[in-house]
C-alpha cells in the first residue's frame, strides 16, 4: 500500500463568508501498480484531495500516509516535505505555464537539483526524462522552452517532474487544451511513464472516454466524499447514480444502451469503443453465421482515426 | 494569502452595503480628510464612535475590520517610535544618552496613531462593503465633469476596473504557480535574503508570461468586440441616490462642522483640558 488517507476533511476560509467544505470525510487506499482514474465535476473536491497528497495543502483533520511519511493537523513531527515530493510527482494542470528557464535542459534540472543531486546524477536523470517524454535531447536541451510548440512545451513540463523520479505520479487534466494528435501523444506517454518511470499513476480528467482507456481503478468525487470506488469494468454497474451526480458515462456505454433496447443482443462488460465493436462483431457473426475477424476491424477503424498514436497499449487489455 | 484581507469586499448586503457607491466614495474622501484635522481626543473618540455605528450597521464582523490594521501594524509601530523619538516639545519625562521623550512627543505620537489607525479602518470599510464595479462606476461618474477639459475619464475608469478585476486573478495565478514549483521541490520559506529574492525568479517570470498572455488575449477579445472606450456608452446599472444617501450627506456634513469646531475653536479641546483636570485632581 504505498498511499492510506483517512478521514480526511478540508475547508477553505473557515469563519467568513466564503467557507467551503471541500472535503467531508475522505478516505482511500492506493496501492503500489494502480493507474488510478478519478472523475468528479468541478468543485467535487478532487484537485484539492491530490494536493494533500504530496503536502501542498496542510491536512486539517484526518491522517494521511505516503509511503513511511505521515501527514497529519500536528505541529511537531514535521513531515520531511523534500522526501514526500521526491516520491509523489505533481503535474498541474497546464504544467507548461510553469517554465521558467532559459533551456530546456535547466528547467528540467530544476526538480533534480532541488533534491541536492550530485550534478552528475543530474545530467543522467535530465537526459532520462527528455528522452522519455518523446523529445531529442541533443536537439531540444539548449532550446528556449517558450519557443516550442503547445504539446513539445507540456512535455517538457512533465520532464520536468519525471525528472525527480517519483514513485507516484499525479496529473491533474493532462491532456486539456491539446488538439487530439496532441492528447494522443499524451495518453501514450502516460502508459509508457507506467512502466519505465512511477508505477503508480494517478490520473484526473473530466473525459470519461479517455479515462477508461487506460485506467484499471475509478474513483468517483461527488460533494467532497468518495462516491465510488470500483475497478474500472465495475464502475459502470452504477450508471444510473453516475448520471444523476451530473457526470457523463462513456459514448461506447451509452450506444450499447440504445442498441439493446432496440433488441440487438449484446455482451456484458462493454465500456470502451474497442469492448462495443467486439461485441457488435460477435452479434453479427452469431446471427448471419459469418467468421469476421474483430481484430482486423479493429486496427482499420482506431488507425484511421488517430494515425500517429501507439494503439497497441489500447488493446492489450483484452 | 488566505488571510488577505485589506481591500476585499464582505458580502453582508447591509444598510450600507446598498448606499450609492458615489455616497460611499464622498464620505471616504470627506472622512480621509477630516481625520487629518482633529486636534484633541474628543475628536478622535468622536470619529471612533462614528466609524464604529458604520462597521456596525454594515454588520462586517469587527475582527475582520481590525485584521485590516494588521497590514499596516509595522508603519504604524514605526511612526509610533520615530515620533516618540524626535518630537521633543514640553515637559521631560524620560532622557537617556541621545533619547529625549517629552510630554509633547508622547501626545503628538498617540494622536498619530489613533489617526492612521481610524484613517485605514475607514478606507477599508469602503473596500468591505463596495464591489470594484460599484467603485469604478462612482468614480467614473464623479469625474465625468473633467471630461469637459479633455481628461478621458472613461478610459482611465476602464483601465482601473480591468486592474481591480485582475487581482485576484493573479493571485489565484501566483498560488497556482508557487504550489507547481513547491511539487518541483522549490525552496520559499527558508535562506538568505538574496537566496529569497533568487528563489521567487521561477514564480516571477511564469507569473510575468501569464500576465502578459492575459493582456493580449484581453485586448483580442475587446477588439472582437469592436469596443471602443470613447464612445457613448450606457450602463447597466444607473446609479441613483435615494434617501439613505440623502440622509448619508447630511451626516457627513454635521460631521465636518464638528471637526471643523473642534480643530479651528478647540471646542475638543476645550473639554479634553476638563477631563484632564479631573484625572489630575483625583
Request: proline share 3%; charged share 25%.
Amino acid at each position: 500500500m504505498s498511499i492510506v488517507v483517512k478521514n480526511l476533511q478540508f475547508t477553505y476560509s473557515a469563519n467568513s463568508p466564503y467557507e467551503t467544505r471541500a472535503l467531508k470525510d475522505v478516505n482511500l487506499t492506493i496501492n503500489e501498480g494502480d493507474f488510478l482514474g478519478i472523475v468528479g465535476h468541478t468543485g467535487s473536491g478532487k484537485s484539492t484531495f491530490i494536493q494533500h497528497l504530496n503536502g501542498l495543502i496542510r491536512v486539517q483533520e484526518g491522517e494521511i500516509e505516503v509511503f513511511d511519511i505521515k501527514l497529519t493537523n500536528a505541529k511537531k513531527p514535521k513531515p520531511d516535505l523534500r522526501k514526500l515530493r521526491s516520491h509523489v510527482g505533481m503535474v498541474f494542470q497546464y504544467p507548461e505555464y510553469q517554465l521558467f528557464e532559459e533551456t530546456v535542459y535547466k528547467d528540467v534540472a530544476f526538480g533534480p537539483k532541488n533534491l541536492g543531486l550530485s550534478q552528475e546524477e543530474i545530467n543522467d536523470r535530465v537526459k532520462e526524462a527528455i528522452e522519455l517524454v518523446g523529445l531529442d535531447y541533443e536537439k531540444y536541451k539548449d532550446r528556449a522552452p517558450f519557443e516550442l510548440s503547445g504539446g513539445q512545451k507540456r512535455r517538457v513540463a512533465i520532464a520536468g517532474i519525471i525528472a525527480m523520479k517519483p514513485k507516484v505520479l499525479i496529473l491533474d487534466e493532462p491532456t486539456a487544451g491539446l488538439d487530439p494528435s496532441g492528447k494522443e501523444q499524451i495518453l501514450s506517454l502516460i502508459k509508457n511513464l507506467k512502466e519505465k518511470c512511477s508505477p503508480t499513476i494517478i490520473v484526473i480528467s473530466h473525459d470519461i472516454d479517455e479515462i477508461t482507456r487506460f485506467a484499471n481503478r475509478l474513483v468517483v468525487f461527488n460533494d467532497g466524499k468518495v462516491a465510488f470506488d470500483e475497478p474500472m469494468k465495475e464502475l459502470f454497474k452504477h450508471q444510473q447514480e453516475l448520471v444523476e451526480m451530473g457526470l457523463d458515462i462513456p459514448l461506447a456505454i451509452k450506444i450499447a444502451n440504445e442498441l439493446k433496447a432496440k433488441g440487438i443482443k449484446l455482451g456484458e462488460n462493454i465500456v470502451t469503443m474497442s469492448d462495443l465493436l467486439r461485441e457488435i462483431v460477435i452479434a453479427y457473426n452469431k446471427k448471419n453465421g459469418t467468421n469476421i475477424d474483430v481484430s482486423k476491424i479493429r486496427k482499420s477503424v482506431f488507425n484511421f482515426d488517430f494515425s500517429n498514436s501507439n494503439q497497441e497499449e489500447v488493446f492489450k487489455d483484452e | 494569502m488566505n488571510n488577505f484581507s485589506f481591500g476585499q469586499y464582505y458580502p453582508t448586503n447591509s444598510l450600507v452595503h446598498r448606499l450609492d457607491p458615489r455616497t460611499k466614495l464622498i464620505f471616504t474622501f470627506v472622512y480621509m480628510i477630516i481625520v487629518f484635522l482633529i486636534k484633541s481626543y474628543m475628536g478622535y473618540l468622536f470619529t471612533a464612535v462614528l466609524l464604529a455605528s458604520i462597521i456596525f450597521t454594515s454588520k462586517v464582523p469587527f475582527r475582520v475590520v481590525i485584521r485590516s490594521i494588521r497590514a499596516v501594524l509595522f508603519l504604524l509601530f514605526f511612526t509610533l517610535i520615530i515620533n516618540l523619538l524626535f518630537y521633543n516639545e514640553g515637559k521631560t519625562v524620560f532622557e537617556w544618552n541621545f533619547i529625549h521623550i517629552t510630554m509633547g512627543g508622547i501626545d503628538y505620537s498617540i494622536k498619530m496613531l489613533f489617526r492612521l489607525t481610524l484613517l485605514v479602518m475607514g478606507a477599508s470599510m469602503l473596500t468591505f462593503t463596495t464591489t470594484s464595479t460599484e467603485l469604478t462606476d462612482a468614480l467614473e461618474a464623479l469625474l465625468k465633469p473633467l471630461t469637459y477639459i479633455k481628461v478621458p475619464v472613461h478610459d482611465l475608469a476602464i483601465i482601473m476596473s480591468i486592474a481591480l478585476r485582475f487581482i485576484p486573478t493573479l493571485m489565484e495565478e501566483t498560488q497556482k504557480i508557487m504550489n507547481a514549483q513547491k511539487a518541483r521541490g522549490a525552496n520559499l520559506d527558508t535562506g538568505s535574503f538574496f537566496e529569497r529574492i533568487k528563489a521567487m525568479l521561477p514564480i516571477l517570470i511564469p507569473l510575468f508570461v501569464s500576465a502578459f498572455r492575459r493582456a493580449d488575449e484581453l485586448a483580442d477579445a475587446l477588439d472582437a468586440r469592436c469596443y471602443n472606450a470613447t464612445d457613448k456608452r450606457t450602463k447597466m446599472k444607473k446609479l441613483k441616490f435615494g434617501l439613505t444617501d440623502y440622509l448619508s450627506f447630511v451626516g457627513t456634513i454635521v460631521f465636518a462642522v464638528l471637526v471643523c469646531l473642534d480643530a479651528y475653536m478647540a471646542g475638543g479641546a476645550y473639554i479634553d483640558g476638563l477631563i484632564f483636570s479631573v484625572i489630575m485632581g483625583a
